[in-house]
C-alpha cells in the first residue's frame, strides 16, 4: 500500500473571456469567463478517471490568480504545485462563429504572462515530481521563448531520469514559429528525445520532423508510412492521433489511431456536432493516457479515447468533463448503430 | 459661419472587465464589459453638453479595438483621430467592495497597450489638432514611459502653439512613481509649462510641486495659501478641484473650488452617496471646462461642476451620461434645500 | 350557500419595461417587463388576502396581451372579464434613480391603447358586475379621454345601481390635466357621486375639489378639517389615505388615517425603505378593502392597511404580492419595537 | 483635397424588443433591446467599409430618443442629422420562431411615430443634404400616410437636383398597402422618377408595376424579362435584388443578380443558415451601393454583396456589423469549394 | 344557459430546475426553474383552446406552493381545487443533452412529496368533480405507492359514476416499476375499468397488459393488431397515440392514430425539430381530448392532435402554449407541402 | 519533516437556491446555486489560511452530488473523504428580505438526505482521521435523528482517542428539537465530553445545559458569570462566541468573546453592514481555530476572528472567502478609526 502516484502537466493556463450567444465583441457588454490551457485540460480528464492530478505552472499572486486557481480545483485539479508570482495571466478572446462566419479568437498579452516569463528555477522540481507517474507538455511551450524551451526540456529530462513517462503533444502551430520552420524542427526534436508517448499526426511529422511522402494522396496511407517511422527514428514506443474526415454531405466524422506495441490501429468512425471545438484533441489524449495507465486493450483504448473525443465537442468549455460511464455509452450506443 | 470647434482629448482608453454583484473575480463565470479612460469619461460629459469632441489615442486593429471603438461612439465621442495599430489595449478587472471591503482593480499588461507604446510620430497632428478649442491631458500619463512623456509634452507644446488651450488634470498616482519623486516633480513641471487650465489639490501641490505649507491643520487653509501660489508661479490662469470633507456621521460631502480670475471661490456644500466611484472627478473637470467655453459665471460654473460631480456618484459607469438639464435640477434641489 | 362574491377592477394595464441595475436606457441592451396598472395592484393583493377578483380591462389581441394575461393571471387574479382587441397596449419605460438622481418615467403611446380607445358598449356589463361585492377605479382614467370617463361615469353607476360598493382613488396627476382644473373638479364631482370609499389627502381636496384652509400651516390640521367636509358633502362613508412624513434624518416615515363611522383615526408611525415605490398606495387602499369586507375593527384596518404599505415597498413590482400573515408580521414588530 | 462626402438615408428608427432564447412573449420577464431599420441597416454596412453615414430621421426628445441615438452611433453613423422632438419611437416585439414555429412579430404604435408624424419642413435639408454622395428611401415610407409620402418625393426630388445618387428599395409589404393596389403603383412610380439605384425583384414589378409575364414558370427568366424594361421604363440604371432558392434538402440557397451597363449578371449560389433573418436584404443593397462607389467591377460586386447578404444570415441583430475582410474571406472560401 | 364544464387533472406538480446553455449541473451557477407535469401540461394546451380548467393535487403551503400555483395560474389553468399542506414538492434537475451526449434528469424527492403522501379523504370530491366534462389521470401515479393507486382508482371510480370522461395516459416507465411487472399489469387493468379515452401505444400493450404479437416486424402492423384488440377487451372507446419514425436520414418524423367508432386512423407524417423533448406528448392527448369535447371529424383532430405535438416540440418548457390557430398553421403548411 | 495535518469537519452539504434582486419565489424564473454547511464555510476560510481541509460528508452519486462535489473544491476543500451514495441532497430556498420583510428560508427533504441518512460504518475512520489536527462539528448534527447522533458522537470519540482536537459549535435551533430540551441537553452533555474547543454563547448555556443566571440584566455580566462555569463543568479549555449588539441608532455592532487559559478576554467592537447574513459565525469559529493552530496571541486572535465575521458579512455566499490580509486589513482600519 502507499500513495497513490499522480499525473501531471506543466503548462499555461488561459483566461477565456467570450461574448455569449453568438454576438461580436463590440455587440456584447458582458463576458462569460473560464480558465484553460492543454495541461488543464488533460488533467480535467483524468481526474474524472479517477487519477490524482497536479498542475505545475505559474499564476500572478492577485484576484485573477485566485480565479483561475479555484477554478482549476472545481476541474478536480490540485493546485499545490502552482507557483504564484509575475504580473499577469494569458487570456484569450473568443467570439463564437455561425456557419459562414469562423469563430474569431484575439489573444491578449500572452508572452508577458506569469508563466510565459517564469524560470526553471523557481519550480521545485524535488517536490513536484514525486510520486509522478506520466508528466504532460504541450508542444505549443516551445514557441514561446528561448526560457521556456528551456525549461520544458529541463523538465522533461529531469522527469525522465526518474522514470516518469514523458507525454508530449505536438499542438503545432505554424502562426507561431512563423519563418523559423528549422529551428521548430530542432526544438522538437530534442524534446522527442525524452517522450514516452506522443500525440501527432502526418502533418506534424511532415511540416516539423520534414517525415513523410507527400506524394501519396491518400491520408491513412501517409499515417501508415509515416508514423512506425517516428516511432523508430526517435524511439517513442506510444504515437496517437486523430483524423478527422471531408464532410461532404455537412456531417462531421473522425476516428482515432494508435501505434502501439509496433502496431497501428484505428478506431471505428463517429460522427459529431460541435458546441465546443476548444479541447476535444485534449479528451482523446487524456483518454489514451488513461488507457495506458489502467492497460486497457489497444481495441479498447482506441474506442474510448475517439468518444471522449466525440463527446467533448458536445460539453460547454476547453476542459473535458465527462465520466467514464458516459463515454462508454457512446462507445456502445455506436456499436449499436454499427450493427444494424 | 464655419465648423464648430472640437474639443479633443489625449488618453489611453482601458476595457473594465467588471466582476457583477458584488462578487469576488473567484465566484463569478461573467463579467460586465466597458471602455473608458480619464479623456473618454472627459469627452462623454461634453458631448452631453453639445459640444463636438474627438479622442486622440491608439487602439488594437482587433475585435477589442472594435469593440472600445464602438463603445466610446456609443458615448457621443468622435473616433476618427484614434489609430489603429499595436497589439493590446490596457485592461482592468474591479470587484466592487461592499462596506469594510475595499474595491480591489487588478490591472493587466497596460504598460504593453496599443497606446502606451505608440509614438508621436505615428498620429497626424496637423488633422488632430485643427479646429480644436480646448485638448485635455491626464498626469497619469507622464509616469508610464519616457516615451510616453515626450508624446505628451510634444503635443501639449504643438496645441499651446496653435492658441489651443491646454488642460491638464494631476492625477497623482504616488504607486505609479514609487521612488521617483524628483522625476515626477520635473515631468510635471514641464507639462505645466503648456497649461491654460489645471485640475489639482492641495495634495498635488505638496507631494509633487513641494509647495505648501504643512503645518497648517486646516485644509482649506492649505487651499487658500497654495492654489493662488501655483497659478502664480506656472502661470496657469484657471486651477480647479474638489474638496471631500470627514464623514463622521456616515455621511459623504464634497464641494468644489475654483481659482479664476485671481480669486478662490468655493461651490457649497453637497451630500453625495455612491453607485459608481470611479470617474466622479472628471464630470467635475468637464464641466468646469464646459462652464469656461459657455463663458458661465464662476458661481454658476462651480455649482454646476460640482452637481454633476455628485450625479456623477450615481449613475453606472466610469463615463458621466448626465445631461445639462440632470444636472441643474441637483443644483436648484440643493438651493432648495438650503433655503429651508 | 352559494357562489363566493367577487372585488372588480375597471382600469388599464400598462406594460412596465425598466432598465436593471440603475441604469440609464441608453445604457442597457435588455429590460426587465411586467404588467401592471392601480387595478392590477388593488387585486393582486385582494386575491392573496383571499377575495375572488376580476380585472375589467381591454387588451389586444395579440403576442402583447397573451403576456399581459398570463401575468396578471399569475398574480391570482381572473381574466375572464378582459375583452380583447384594439391595437396597443400602454407602456411605460422606468429608469430607477438613484440618491439625488431621480427616477424617470417614458410614457409610450397611452392615448391609443385598446383600453383608452375601448368603448362601454363593448363591454359585457351584464356578466361583468354580477356576483361583486365591490368595484374599483381609479382616477387617471377621468383624465384620458371623454370617452373614457363617460365609460367610468356609466360603469360607476351601473354598479351604484346594482348595490356594488364603488371605491375610487383620487391619484390626482395635475401634469394630465394641465390648466384644465375646471374640468377636473366637475369630473371627479359627476364620480363622487357614486363612490362609497374614497382614497384621497388633503392635497386631492384642495387642489380638485378647493375645499380646505391652506391657512392652516400642520398637514394633521388640514386632514381633520376637510376629510370630514368632504364626506358629508359627497356623502362619502368612508374616506381613507396615507400621511408621508418629513425626512429630516434620512429616514422615511408613514401613517394612514382612515374617516369612518363619523370618526378620523390614524395608525402608528411607520419607517419605510423603498425597493419599489410605485404600487405602495394601491397596498394600502385595497387592504382597507379587505377590512371592509371582512369587517375588521378600525384600528385593525388602519394598522394592516399601513403595515401593508410599508411592506409593499419592499417587495419587487407594482403590485403587491404579501400574504396577511407577512403583513401582520409588520404591525406586531412594530408594536413590539414601539413598546421598548 | 476635402471634406468627404457622406451617404445619407431618411428613414425610420424602431425599437426592436426581443424575447430572449426562443421564448414567447407570454414566457418571458426579460427582454433585449436594439434599434434598427432599414436606413439604419445601410448606413451601419457602409459605416464598416470606410464611408462616413448620416442618417435623416427624427426621433423623441426623450430618454428612449437617446438610447436610440447612442445606440446608432455606436454602430458608426453620424447622429447629427437627426430631429428630436414628438412622442414615441415605433417599436416592434420579436418572438424568434423554431422549426415549423414562425418568428411572430407585433408592432406597438408605427403611425404614431416622431417619424412618421414629422413634417417635411422641419428638416434642415440645406444643411443634411450638403456634401451628400447617395442617399437611400425605403418602400415602406410610401405606405404611411400621406404626408410620408409627401416628405419622401420632396426629399427624393430635392436630392436628385442636387445631384446626389437617389437609392430606393421596393421593400413592397402587401399588408401595409391592404386594398390600395393602385394607390401603391401610382406612388412607387412617382418616387421611380428620381432614383438612380433601385433594389427590387420581379415580384415588385409583378405586383406593383404589373409589369412581367406571369405565364413564364421559371423565376430566371421571369427576372431576365422583366428588370430590363422596368430599368428601361423608368430610366434606372442600376437595378438589383436576391433570389432565394427552394430548399428541397433542408438548405437554404441564394444568388444575387446586377443590371448594370444594359445587361443582366448573377453571382454564384451561396448555401446559408439563420441566426437572423432581418437586415439580411439590407446587406445586400448596402453592399451594391459600396461597390458602385468603389467602381468595383459588376463580378466582384456581386459576388461581394450576396456574401455580405450571406453573412449578415450569421450576426445577431438587423444591422450588418461585418467588415470588407471578413466578406471578401466569404466569396473565397465559396469559390475554393466551388472549385473543388 | 349555464355555467361552463370544466376540464381537470388529477396529478402531481414537480419544480423543474435546468441548468442553461447545455451546461452540467457542476458547470453552472443558475437554474431556470418551472413548473410542470403531465396533468398541467394537459390542462395547459386545454385551457389555451377556451376550456376552463383546474388541477386537483396537493401543494406544501409554503414559498414554493407559492411559486408552483402562480406558474400554474399564468397558464391559464384554475388552481381553486388545489390542496395546500404536507411538507415538499417533488423536483428535477434537467441538464440538456447535445447531439450524443443525452439529456440526464436528476429527480429528487418525490415519493415524499405533498402531492405522493396526500390522502384521498383530503380531497374535496364532492367540490371538485362538480361540473366536470373530463378527467384526465396519469399511469406513472399507479407506480408510486399502494396510496397514490389507491388515491387515483378511487377518484376515477367516483368520476365515472358522475359520468365524468375519464382520460387516462399509460405513461409505463419500466424503471419504476421495476421487477414488479405483474403488480403493474393489475394496476393499470384496474384503472381501466373507469377509462373511456385511453392514450397509448402498442409497446404499452406488450409490456404491461402483455398482449399483441411480437413476432410482427412492422409497427404498424403491430398497432393494427392490438390497438382494437385493447379497445374491445377493456371497452375502451377512443385510443390514441404517436409513432415516432425512424431517423436513417437525421431527420425526426412522427404521426399519430386514432382508434375511435371502431376504426383506426392514422395523420400525416410530419417532420420536426427539437427546442423542448419534454409535454410533447401531452400536447397530442390534450389536443384528442379537444376534438373530442368539439365534436372535431377524425381526420381534423387528427391533423390537429399531431400538429400540435410537432410545435410542442418548438416552444420552451414542458407546458403546451400554443394557440389553436398556430396549430392549424402547421397542418395546413404540411399540406401545401404535400400538395407540391 | 512530514505530510502536513489537515483539519477536517463531519458535516451536512446542502444546495442553497436562492431567489435573485430580492424578488420572491414566485417573482423568478430563475435561481442562484452554491452549495453550504456549517463544515464547509470552516474548512473554506481556513484553506484560505493555508491549511490543507478536507470534508467528511455523504452526497448523493448523481449530477447534484458531483456539482456539490466541485463547488467544494473550489473553495480549497478536499473532496477525498467523501462518499458519494443515497439519493438526496439537503436544500434550501433563500428569499433575501428587505428592510422590514424578513429573508425567508424553505428547507427541502433534509432528513432524507444522503447525509442525514448515512450510517457511522461506511466512513472508513481508519483513514480520514489519519493525520488530521483538528474536527469540527456543528451541533444541528444532533437534532436530525438517533442515528446521526450516534455517528457524531462515535467519530468525535474516536477523534479525540486519536488526539485530534475536537471542536464543537453550538448551533442551538430551538425548531429543531421542539418540546424535547431535555433530550437536547443530554444530547449536547454527550457531545461536551469530547471537545476541546467550543463555540457558544450564554443563550445556549441557558436553554441548553441550563446553566446561568437568567436574573442578571446584563449580556456581557451574563457571559463572565457562564461562560467559565461550562468550561469548568465540561473541562473545555477553549470556548468562544459572539455578541451582536442593540442597533438603536440603525447601526449594527458586534463583537467576539474568547475564554482560553482560564481568563475572558474580549475583542473590540466592529460596526458592520450586512450583504450575506449566512455563515458569518463561521468565519468567526474557523478564526478562532486558526489562531489556536498557529498559536495567535488571546488578542490577536480575537481581534483577527472578529474582523474576518463582520469580513464575512460583505462577501456573497455562506463560506467566507477572505484572505488573512484583507482580514487583517479590517482590523487595523479599526484600530486606526479608533486611534482617531
Given at each position: 500500500?502507499?500513495?497513490?502516484?499522480?499525473?501531471?502537466?506543466?503548462?499555461?493556463?488561459?483566461?477565456?473571456?467570450?461574448?455569449?450567444?453568438y454576438?461580436k465583441?463590440?455587440?456584447?457588454?458582458?463576458?462569460?469567463?473560464?480558465?484553460?490551457g492543454?495541461?488543464?485540460?488533460?488533467?480535467?480528464?483524468?481526474?474524472?478517471?479517477?487519477?490524482?492530478?497536479?498542475?505545475?505552472?505559474?499564476?500572478?499572486?492577485n484576484?485573477?490568480?485566485?480565479?483561475?486557481?479555484?477554478?482549476?480545483?472545481?476541474?478536480g485539479?490540485?493546485?499545490s504545485?502552482?507557483?504564484?508570482?509575475?504580473?499577469?495571466?494569458?487570456?484569450y478572446?473568443?467570439?463564437?462563429?455561425?456557419?459562414?462566419r469562423?469563430s474569431?479568437?484575439?489573444y491578449?498579452?500572452r508572452?508577458?504572462?506569469?508563466?510565459?516569463?517564469s524560470?526553471?528555477?523557481?519550480?521545485?522540481?524535488?517536490?513536484?515530481?514525486?510520486?509522478?507517474?506520466?508528466?504532460?507538455?504541450?508542444?505549443i511551450?516551445?514557441?514561446?521563448s528561448?526560457?521556456?524551451?528551456?525549461?520544458?526540456?529541463?523538465m522533461a529530462?529531469k522527469?525522465?531520469?526518474?522514470g516518469?513517462?514523458?507525454?508530449?503533444?505536438?499542438?503545432?502551430r505554424p502562426k507561431l514559429?512563423?519563418?523559423?520552420?528549422?529551428?521548430?524542427?530542432?526544438c522538437?526534436?530534442?524534446?522527442l528525445?525524452?517522450?514516452?508517448?506522443?500525440?501527432?499526426?502526418?502533418?506534424?511529422?511532415r511540416?516539423?520532423?520534414?517525415?513523410?511522402?507527400?506524394e501519396?494522396?491518400d491520408?491513412?496511407?501517409?499515417i501508415?508510412n509515416?508514423?512506425p517511422?517516428?516511432?523508430?527514428?526517435?524511439?517513442?514506443p506510444?504515437?496517437?492521433?486523430t483524423?478527422?474526415?471531408n464532410?461532404?454531405?455537412?456531417?462531421?466524422?473522425?476516428?482515432?489511431?494508435?501505434?502501439?506495441?509496433?502496431?497501428?490501429?484505428?478506431?471505428q468512425?463517429?460522427?459529431?456536432?460541435?458546441?465546443?471545438r476548444?479541447?476535444?484533441?485534449?479528451?482523446?489524449?487524456?483518454?489514451?493516457m488513461?488507457?495506458l495507465?489502467?492497460?486497457?486493450?489497444?481495441?479498447?483504448?482506441?474506442?474510448?479515447?475517439?468518444a471522449?473525443?466525440?463527446?467533448?465537442?458536445?460539453?460547454y468549455?476547453?476542459?473535458p468533463?465527462?465520466?467514464?460511464?458516459e463515454i462508454?455509452?457512446v462507445v456502445?450506443n455506436?456499436?449499436?448503430?454499427?450493427?444494424?
Open positions: 500500500m502507499g500513495v497513490e502516484n499522480s499525473i501531471k502537466a506543466f503548462g499555461e493556463v488561459m483566461m477565456r473571456l467570450e461574448a455569449p450567444d454576438l465583441l463590440e455587440q456584447t457588454r458582458e463576458l462569460k469567463v473560464l480558465y484553460s492543454t495541461g488543464v485540460n488533460i488533467l480535467s480528464a483524468l481526474s474524472r478517471f479517477g487519477h490524482a492530478t497536479s498542475l505545475i505552472t505559474k499564476l500572478p499572486n484576484s485573477i490568480g485566485d480565479g483561475a486557481t479555484a477554478y482549476i480545483r472545481s476541474l485539479i490540485s493546485t504545485d502552482i507557483l504564484r508570482g509575475g504580473d499577469y495571466i494569458g487570456m478572446f473568443l467570439e463564437r462563429g455561425f456557419h459562414v469562423s474569431k479568437v484575439t491578449s498579452n508572452k508577458e504572462s506569469s508563466f510565459c516569463t524560470n526553471i528555477a523557481e519550480y521545485d522540481l524535488e517536490k513536484s515530481l514525486k510520486q509522478t507517474s506520466m508528466i504532460h507538455f504541450c508542444g511551450i516551445l514557441s514561446i528561448e526560457q521556456m524551451r528551456y525549461n520544458a526540456l529541463y529530462k522527469a525522465k531520469q526518474l516518469i513517462k514523458v507525454v508530449f503533444d505536438f499542438n503545432y514559429w512563423k519563418e523559423n520552420k528549422a529551428q521548430a524542427k530542432d522538437y526534436e530534442s524534446m528525445e525524452y517522450v514516452d508517448i506522443c500525440f501527432m499526426t502526418e502533418k506534424d511529422a511540416y516539423i520532423l520534414q517525415m513523410g511522402d507527400t501519396v494522396a491520408r491513412n496511407q501517409q501508415e509515416v508514423i517511422s517516428v516511432s523508430d527514428r526517435y524511439q517513442i506510444v504515437i496517437a492521433g483524423i478527422r474526415e464532410e461532404k454531405d455537412g456531417r462531421n466524422r473522425i476516428r482515432g489511431f494508435l501505434y502501439h506495441h509496433g502496431s497501428l490501429n484505428y478506431s468512425t463517429y460522427e459529431y456536432q460541435t458546441l465546443e476548444v479541447g476535444a484533441g485534449d479528451a482523446f489524449s487524456s483518454s489514451i488513461h488507457g495507465s489502467k492497460n486497457l486493450s489497444t481495441e479498447e483504448m482506441l474506442e474510448f479515447a475517439t471522449a473525443c466525440v463527446l467533448a465537442h458536445t460539453t468549455g476547453d476542459s468533463v465527462c465520466s467514464e460511464a462508454w455509452a456502445h455506436k456499436e449499436v448503430e454499427m450493427e444494424r
